[in-house]
């Protein structure tokens, strides 16, 4: 399995962004999604995941109702659309697969892990 993280940037407390993975690989789409991220000097923390099929997510307390996380099963992509972004969510993301296709929040449950996009949100 592979993941390929692309739509980071630099954007302005407020603004909206939308990241995106390609996965591939043997039945990625039986393949739990998801993102973390992580900041300097702090530990890698659980942001979204999405099932195999699209139909249950989850979401860090921090990002809800903000974040929104979906998948294009036809296309091997996951996408994370970011809302009303602020400072605090200036982080390095990651997205990971997991085959048990379950939504799981636990990083050392995800088997893969892409190479991660820089996101940074000035005030």
């Known amino acids: 399995v592979q993941l390929q993280a692309s739509g980071g940037g630099l954007v302005r407390a407020g603004d909206s962004l939308k990241l995106s993975c390609a996965a591939s690989?043997?039945?990625?789409?039986?393949?739990?999604l998801g993102w973390f991220r992580q900041a300097p000097g702090k530990e890698r923390e659980f942001v979204a995941a999405v099932n195999w099929l699209g139909s249950d997510t989850a979401y860090g307390d921090s990002v809800k109702a903000r974040f929104t996380i979906f998948r294009v099963n036809d296309n091997n992509t996951v996408f994370l659309q970011m809302n009303s972004l602020k400072p605090e969510d200036t982080a390095v993301y990651y997205c990971?697969?997991?085959?048990?296709?379950?939504?799981?929040?636990?990083?050392?449950?995800?088997?893969?892990w892409g190479q991660g996009t820089q996101v940074t949100v000035s005030s």
């Open positions: 990971a697969a997991d085959r048990s296709g379950l939504v799981t929040t636990r990083a050392r449950l995800y088997e893969y």
């Open positions: 690989g043997d039945d990625i789409n039986a393949h739990t």
